[in-house]
């Protein structure tokens, strides 16, 4: 027989009852698969194109004195749109990278949770000077077996998203802590918090409260679905806590299975 999928469910009623029942999902599986390699050759084969788009009006738009003053302003707008369709390029090649990798068995290596929260942060005070992220960490050494740049990427988004959606003034925090059973790393913000209707389905791709909003930060619309696939192939769980006007709070929390403190 070629290799099957299949799914397996058992419900218990009273005692010694049990109910299995085996779904063969291979059809669903193959569907998934050819989505996922059909938006990554596609993502792929843009990617060229748009840094020859945008290598070409950086050049035109560097030497802006030469050209005539009508044509600065579109010339501006297609930069600005070309760099918006590179985000969206380069979170569709990585999403599905993170998904075909999810599916597989791959290499893990041991990552220092302390370390790595204390890089995120590092990197995005130097993209966000103005802004004020605090580094809170309770835990002095702990490890988990994963993925680094998975992880990082992960953590980037929801502090970058944690910016995105906080006024200037206000700050953010990235918190490392343990609980009894798991380590728990927490992203919160003072901003404009989420009504919880939309709570279900932020980590679906494309998903947004607010398009307008989303675009003018510069947002793609897969940050979370990207922070979904990597807590569910570190086996973390995903949560979000959040008060309309008052902020929000994502947090990762790693199971003691997965870590090795
Ligand atoms: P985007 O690129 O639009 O930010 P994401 O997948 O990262 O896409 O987030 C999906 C949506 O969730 C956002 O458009 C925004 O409406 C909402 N959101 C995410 N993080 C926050 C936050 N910290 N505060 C308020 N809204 C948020």
Redesign the pocket.
Known sequence: FPARHLQVEVSSFGIGDRLILVRDVTQLVQIEQTRQDFVGNVSHELRTPLTVISGYLDTLLSQSEMLPAALIKPLEQMAQQSQRMENLVR?LLWLSKIEATATKKRVREQVNVVALCGEVVEDLRGGYPSRTIEYKCAVRNAKIEGDYRELFSALS??V???L???PEGKPVSLTLRETEDALCIE?C?Q????AEE?IPR??E???????S???A???????????KHVAASHEAQLKIE?ELGA??C?SLSFHRMNRDV
């Open positions: 979170d988004n929801l970058v998203n944690a995105k959606y906080s992203v913000d901003g404009l918090g989420i939309h932020l980590t791709r494309f998903y947004r409260v607010d398009e909003r989303s675009f930060g510069g947002g793609t619309g897969l940050g979370l679905a990207i922070v959040s902020g929000s994502f």
